[in-house]
């Protein structure tokens, strides 16, 4: 495994990151909790999670079960970097969401119960918002962090303007501010590099991405069609209908650089200036392994070229879309 630190932080943490959104849902107790052990037999230290997963609202069950893992024993919380989020609604009542300084002290003392913890390492916020102004959100996460409940702040699903203004007002209070930011970023969907990643390269922020195969887009949906292992409908299908040429020219550089296609896609982001690691939410081990296999992929110039020609890229604002 391949380790760096969390943006400019001094924090190391595996550039293959687990993501937990399917434990529960998708995955079983039993099933979860083994895979959670293969990621440390691999190397992986950096887990991910959110209160609302398991989508029972008020009942966190995805954190339940990583707080009944770490309950086992055997040094898991001690090996693990554990990142969680904040923001959904986890009740119908007023203040049940959202990043007021009640919520984030509810919310936050809610999880460390349910994660069976005494402290998180990377406090996420979930999305922005725009209701609450930063000073309210930075006291309360000093007092969490000087309560030792919180070691870091990062955010997810924020805009470039969004770090920026967040990353002034913890300066003016002098407080370390956003040490991550937790974009979706995937070789289809690349609307992050106009200004969301300049601004958190320019911040110190390590990029996080989510939904790097793109709901398995670029995890050889074409041929998985074509052989009946997978079916597609909604939104997939409709994708696959209009863009089956460029996925198909995807699969066939795949090929010739003797990689799986969503390994490929992994080892991509793994190559963006700025990225930490891409977040994998496996439903099964294999799902892990492919994963995990991905840090060890190394792409030269020509290959990272060819990708750009497929998926073209965007450049910076405002050379994106002016002079």
Known sequence: MDYTHLGRT????????????NFGPQTSEADSHAIMDRAHDLGVN?????????????????????????????????????????????SDWPNGGKLSALNIRRALDESLTRLQTDHIDLYQFHHVDRETPWEEIWQAMEVAVQQGKVLYAGSSNFAGWHIAQAQEAAKARHFTGLVSEQSI?????RDVERETLPAARAYGLGIIPWSPLNGGLLGGVVRKADQGVRRLEGRAAEYVAEHREQLERYEALADDLGHAPGELALAWLLHQPGVTGPITGPRTMEQLESAVAAVDVRL?????????????????APEDYAW
């Open 10 to 21: 001094g924090l190391s943490v595996s550039r293959a990151v687990l993501g937990t959104m």
């Open 46 to 90: 950096f887990f991910d999670t959110a209160n609302v997963y398991g989508w029972q609202k008020g009942e966190g069950v995805t954190e339940q079960i990583i707080g009944r893992w770490f309950a086992g024993g055997g040094g898991r919380r001690e090996k693990t970097v554990l990142a969680t989020k904040l923001y959904g609604d986890m």
């Open 300 to 316: 030269d110039d020509d290959a990272l070229g060819r990708l750009d020609e497929i998926f073209p890229e965007h450049r910076t």
């Open 185 to 189: 970023y995937n070789l289809i969907v």
